[in-house]
T-cell receptor, first 110, second 113 residues
Framework: QQPVQSPQAVILREGEDAVINCSSS?????VHWYRQKHGEAPVFLMI?????EQKGHDKISASFNEKKQQSSLYLTASQLSYSGTYFC???????????FGKGTRLSVIA | GAVVSQHPSWVICKSGTSVKIECRSL??????MFWYRQFPKQSLMLMAT?????????EQGVEKDKFLINHASLTLSTLTVTSAHPEDSSFYIC?????????FGPGTRLTVT
């Protein structure tokens, strides 16, 4: 079952913050976040496995709610390099193929 | 970090010919690799799960006789698009997992003329 991502697209000025959401109607085993730039393969950002988990590096962080049905990706003080399409990929059980959301197109402008 | 390579990066072929795409995990072993296809401005769609030493598991709607997958070793999986047609033109991406996270290859852009 494909997760639902929101928003579909967002435009930010450098330094602004953004939140991208990924939700499922059923509890998930894990949520994976990726960023893809035009013409390139997706790049792994982080994985969340535990309900209530939060993690991040640099100015990108993510959370996984207690029910493990919703995850959010937080981008703070955005940089031009953050531009791209962000996908969440979800697993219903371990070591199974990821099902990707439709993506959120993020554009950061100067 | 884990590195996955794909070869070739891009290929242009004539309709009716076959094309082989290789996916290698360079610094880890992967019992399972995944093949995805992505059309412009769309999400990644899983085509098949490639299992080392056994037959691949195909997603509904993906023709197994057209998209041949071979997982010859723990570091190599190949996807062969047989009798390619223009509608097969797409970005083909493989991924492999050392443990939990999946790492993607750089992708292969196939154009069938």
């Amino acid at each position: 079952q494909q997760p639902v991502q929101s928003p579909q697209a967002v435009i930010l000025r450098e330094g602004e913050d953004a939140v991208i959401n990924c939700s499922s109607s059923k509890a998930l085993y894990s949520v994976h976040w990726y960023r893809q730039k035009h013409g390139e393969a997706p790049v792994f950002l982080m994985i969340l496995l535990k309900g209530g988990e939060q993690k991040g590096h640099d100015k990108i962080s993510a959370s996984f709610n207690e029910k493990k049905q919703q995850s959010s990706l937080y981008l703070t003080a955005s940089q031009l390099s953050y531009s791209g399409t962000y996908f969440c990929g979800t697993e219903n059980s371990g070591n199974t193929p990821l099902v990707f959301g439709k993506g959120t197109r993020l554009s950061v402008i100067a | 970090g884990a590195v996955v390579s794909q070869h070739p990066s891009w290929v242009i072929c004539k309709s009716g010919t076959s094309v082989k795409i290789e996916c290698r995990s360079l610094d880890f072993q992967a019992t399972t690799m995944f093949w995805y296809r992505q059309f412009p401005k769309q999400s990644l769609m899983l085509m098949a799960t490639s299992n080392e030493g056994s037959k691949a598991t195909y997603e509904q709607g993906v023709e197994k006789d057209k998209f041949l997958i071979n997982h010859a070793s723990l570091t190599l999986s190949t996807l062969t698009v047989t009798s390619a047609h223009p509608e097969d033109s797409s970005f083909y991406i493989c991924s492999a997992s050392p443990k939990y996270e999946q790492y993607f290859g750089p992708g292969t852009r196939l154009t069938v003329t």
